[in-house]
């Protein structure tokens, strides 16, 4: 693998909220994600949970996601502020068995979008996950008109129909939550990363930028 620089790859670390209903499948998604692992058991996040994934992107960058599994009943609670502090993007997940949490979504960003933004104010990028994908055989509760009309007027970067299940589209989801993050990094590096609290590791210096960037 080539290497542009003996400081080796960029390191970047994310921040990544999972949120929505109770039982949606937030916790299956990063188990799945992460470890390759799917269980029928249920056992209801309390509070906030972590996994860490790590994602060679490409030769020239590694990308570390903090993924911040947080409690559907969070919601009703007072934390969410606190969680929500310094993140970079974000998986809003409904059950597409469940309507009631597919009409929670939009709550849920709501919420997400009052309290974190990018340093310009625009909301942090944020994907819309249908989950259980496997348990519908007619599909979406929701055409995918009416799917991509909604992720439009609530600012989702994207959707993707999901099992955690069956491993469908995780990855690709994560993908472009990861790809949207990059782009806005590319592009407000270094002042964005500072002040956002990231760490870029082995950053590879340019001429504006000598040195330590962290
Ligand atoms: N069939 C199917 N079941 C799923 C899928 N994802 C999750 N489940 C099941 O749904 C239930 C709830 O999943 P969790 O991952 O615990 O849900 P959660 O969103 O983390 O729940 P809270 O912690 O309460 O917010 C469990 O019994 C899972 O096995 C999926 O893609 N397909």
Same mark, same amino acid.
């Given at each position: 693998?080539?290497r542009?620089?003996?400081?080796?790859?960029?390191?970047?670390?994310? #921040?990544?909220?999972?949120?929505?209903?109770? @039982?949606?499948? #937030?916790?299956?998604?990063?188990?799945?994600?992460?470890?390759?692992?799917?269980? +029928?058991?249920?056992?209801?996040?309390? @509070?906030?949970?972590?996994?860490?994934?790590?994602?060679?992107?490409?030769?020239?960058?590694?990308?570390?996601? +903090?993924?911040?599994?947080? %409690?559907?009943?969070?919601?009703?609670?007072?934390?969410?502020?606190?969680?929500?502090?310094?993140?970079?993007? %974000?998986?809003?997940?409904?059950?597409?068995?469940?309507?009631?949490?597919?009409?929670?979504?939009?709550?849920?960003?709501?919420?997400?979008?009052?309290?974190?933004?990018?340093?310009?104010?625009?909301?942090?990028?944020?994907?819309?996950? %249908?989950?259980?994908?496997?348990?519908?055989?007619?599909g979406?509760?929701?055409?995918?008109?009416?799917?991509?009309?909604?992720? #439009?007027?609530?600012?989702?970067?994207?959707w993707y129909?999901?099992?955690?299940?069956?491993?469908?589209?995780?990855?690709?989801? %994560?993908?472009?939550?990861?790809?949207?993050?990059?782009?806005?990094?590319? +592009?407000?590096?270094?002042?964005?990363? #500072?002040?956002?609290?990231?760490?870029?590791?082995?950053?590879?210096?340019?001429?504006? +930028?000598?040195?330590?960037?962290?």
């Amino acid at each position: 693998m080539s290497r542009n620089s003996s400081l080796g790859p960029t390191e970047y670390l994310f #921040k990544i909220l999972v949120i929505g209903e109770l @039982g949606t499948g #937030k916790t299956s998604i990063i188990k799945r994600y992460v470890h390759k692992f799917f269980s +029928q058991h249920y056992r209801a996040t309390i @509070g906030v949970d972590f996994a860490l994934k790590s994602l060679e992107w490409d030769s020239n960058t590694v990308v570390r996601l +903090q993924l911040w599994d947080i %409690a559907g009943q969070e919601r009703f609670g007072n934390m969410t502020r606190v969680y929500y502090k310094d993140a970079l993007g %974000a998986f809003v997940v409904f059950d597409v068995t469940r309507p009631a949490t597919f009409d929670a979504v939009a709550k849920w960003k709501q919420d997400l979008d009052a309290k974190v933004s990018l340093e310009d104010g625009t909301p942090i990028p944020c994907v819309l996950l %249908a989950n259980k994908c496997d348990e519908t055989k007619e599909g979406m509760v929701n055409s995918v008109a009416k799917m991509d009309e909604f992720c #439009k007027e609530n600012m989702f970067t994207a959707w993707y129909e999901t099992s955690a299940k069956e491993n469908v589209h995780i990855d690709d989801a %994560a993908k472009t939550l990861v790809s949207q993050i990059l782009k806005y990094t590319a +592009q407000n590096k270094p002042t964005y990363l #500072k002040s956002k609290g990231q760490v870029l590791l082995n950053s590879v210096p340019n001429d504006s +930028q000598k040195g330590c960037s962290c």
